[in-house]
Each structure stands twice: as C-alpha cells, then as structure tokens.
C-alpha cells in the first residue's frame, strides 16, 4: 500500500514538473493519429514540414545547450547562423560543391565559436555583450558584402530511405528528408548519448556547474570552454549552411529571421538536455508550418498575426516555463584559476 501511494505521488510530481511536455506529446500524438485515420495530404504535408522546419532550430538549440553546459552564455548563435549561411551560399557559388560548402559554413560557424571563447574566456568579457559582438559583426559583414544576382550551383534533394520513404504516413514525414536534416536528428541523439554518458560529457557538465572543482580534479577549464564553444560553433555553422543550400536555395539579408534567439527559448523549454530541446524545436517547427499553411489556404486572419504565432509562443514559454528551469550554476561566470 505504501509502495503504490508512493508510486502515485512520483508519478503526479513527474506530470507537474514535465506538463509542457505532456501537452507537446498529445498535441503530436493527435496530430500524427488524425492524419493516419484521415489520410489527409494537408496534414501530412505540415508534418514533413514541421520536421524541416525545426532542423535549424534544434541546431541552433544545441549549438546554445553545449557552450552553457560548459558554462558559457552564447546569444551570439543569430550571428554565426547567419554569417556561415552566407560564406556556405558564396562557397556553393564559386566552388558548385554542395559538400564543400556546408564544410565551410561548419568551419566559419567554429571560427566565431573561437572568437567567443577568446573573448569570454580569455579576456573575460561580459559573455553577453561578447555575443552581441558577433551579432553585430555577422549583420555588418552580411549586409556590406552582400552582393544580389548570385546563384548557387543547385541545393540539397530529399533522400528517400528506401522502403521506408513508401510507410504510409511516416515515411514522407521521416525517411524522406534532404541529408542534414537526418543529421540533425542524428546529432541530437549522439549529443545527448556524449553528453550523459561519456567523459566528455561529464568534463563539460562538471565545468558549467563548478569549474573550481573540476579544476581541482585535473580538469582544464579554459580548453574545455574552448573546444567546446568551437563545437557549439560549427554546429550552429551547419544550421547557417542548412538555410541556404538546403532550406531556401539561395541568401537574403537578415534571412535567419530570430532563429538563433529562438533557439536560446528552445533550449530553455528542453531543460538544457538535447532530447528536450529536440521536442520544443518540433513544436516551433510546426507553428512554422501551421503558420505557412494558414497562408497559403487564405484563412482569414491578419497576416500580421499568423507571422507572429511562434514568436507569441516564445513568450508563453518564458514566461510559464523559463523562470521554474534550473541553468548550468556556473553559467556566465568567467573562471579566475587560483
């Protein structure tokens, strides 16, 4: 009897700590169970959209998620998204090598990861305002470089999987995505497997809650938040490269559009763990695609307002989810060794 009042009070302190979540599954789980009953081309559509559409919103979520688990603020990712689209969309241009060009977009991405670090770090800024530097950097490079008329030499198709591509429902929605958006939903699994369970990941994790202890056991402080930062980096590079060889096609000013301060939400609902972050980006994905489809089907509401919709929810989540989530204890801080 003990034991099940007891399983019944876990149970009920889990639902009450994880209800967004709760709601996120149903919402999905309505979505995917209509579809599969309805057959409906509308629904399916959203829903491959929806995947699509949270690719660069769960890159830039764990680009965010890696550098404060080590301790390190980064609202710098709207910056390096958006300059590593642009050197990827000159990269495709001038070499026609789609491969190459998210290699470069990837490196540009780690190169700004390296300059926060250098200015976090090393020289101790104010993390903040070293990612506000980036910002700014990425927006005047962008937008003084910017040349229109160029054309890139074609973008990333949808790779069927196989026999997997033709499962009713699923397949269009899952195995049937252009190659990084697979990676994206491999790297959020591989993320949280280093993170959780790896020495790595229990590196990182010690640094961003008590970077004296971990110093104190032989951990290196400064490396760690350096190579972890150019990591975050080249994965927020890969979201940038995402948008123009993959998303669009081609490079506009300003086309990252607050995804990267998205991202920083994202990363909050999900409790700072890859898997979490991975459900929010799924739900501001499909806002995304509802919002789209809303527009083409000529609803009859204000543009204004349906552009709006993930920004609202934005706010919704900080304001009813942000201020209960605990951060890494150390983050923001800069480290001052013994």
């Known amino acids: 009897m003990e034991l099940t009042a007891q399983h019944q009070v ?4 889990w639902l009450a700590r994880n209800k967004w979540l709760v709601i996120i599954g149903a919402i999905v789980a309505g979505s995917i169970f209509y579809a599969f009953l309805t ?34 603020v980064n609202i710098g990712i709207e910056g390096q998204m958006l300059l590593a689209a642009f050197i990827a969309f000159l990269a495709n241009v001038y070499i026609g090598n789609l491969l190459a060009a998210v290699v470069i977009g990837a490196l540009v991405g780690a190169l700004l990861g390296g300059l926060l670090a250098f200015m976090s770090v090393t020289l101790k800024m104010d993390q903040i305002i070293g990612g506000t530097v980036i910002n700014i950097l990425a927006v ?8 229109t008329g160029l054309t890139t030499k074609g973008k990333f198709q949808p790779i069927p999987l ?26 959020v699994f591989v993320i949280h497997y280093f993170l959780f369970y790896t020495r790595w990941g229990l590196r990182t994790r010690a640094v961003g809650e008590h970077p004296s202890a971990a110093d104190t056991v032989g951990i290196n402080v400064f490396r760690t938040r350096y190579v972890n930062l150019m990591l975050a980096g080249s994965i927020a590079g890969l979201a940038g490269a995402f948008l123009t060889l993959e998303g669009v096609g081609s490079f506009e000013r300003l086309m990252t559009n607050g995804r990267g301060f998205l991202a920083l939400a994202i990363m909050i609902f999900g409790r700072w763990t890859p898997i979490g972050a991975w459900g929010a980006a799924l739900l501001f994905g499909f806002l995304y695609a509802l919002q789209t489809q809303l527009q083409f089907s000529g609803v009859n509401l204000p543009p204004q307002f349906i552009g709006s ?30």
């Open 10 to 13: 876990e149970s009920q302190s």
């Open 140 to 147: 005047g490079l962008t937008g003084y470089f910017y040349v």
């Open 309 to 338: 919709l993930p920004y609202i929810m934005t706010i919704l989540v900080l304001a009813g989810f942000g201020g209960r989530a605990r951060p890494p204890a150390a983050l923001g801080t800069p480290y001052e060794k013994d």
């Open 162 to 187: 196989g026999p997997l591509a033709e499962i009713p429902l699923i397949g269009p929605v899952l195995f049937r995505n252009p190659p990084i958006t697979y990676l994206a939903i491999i790297l």
């Open 39 to 72: 057959n409906d081309r509308v629904t399916v559509a959203v829903l491959a959209s929806t995947i699509r559409q949270s690719t660069p919103l769960i890159l830039g979520a764990l680009c965010g998620l890696i550098g404060e688990r080590s301790g390190v």
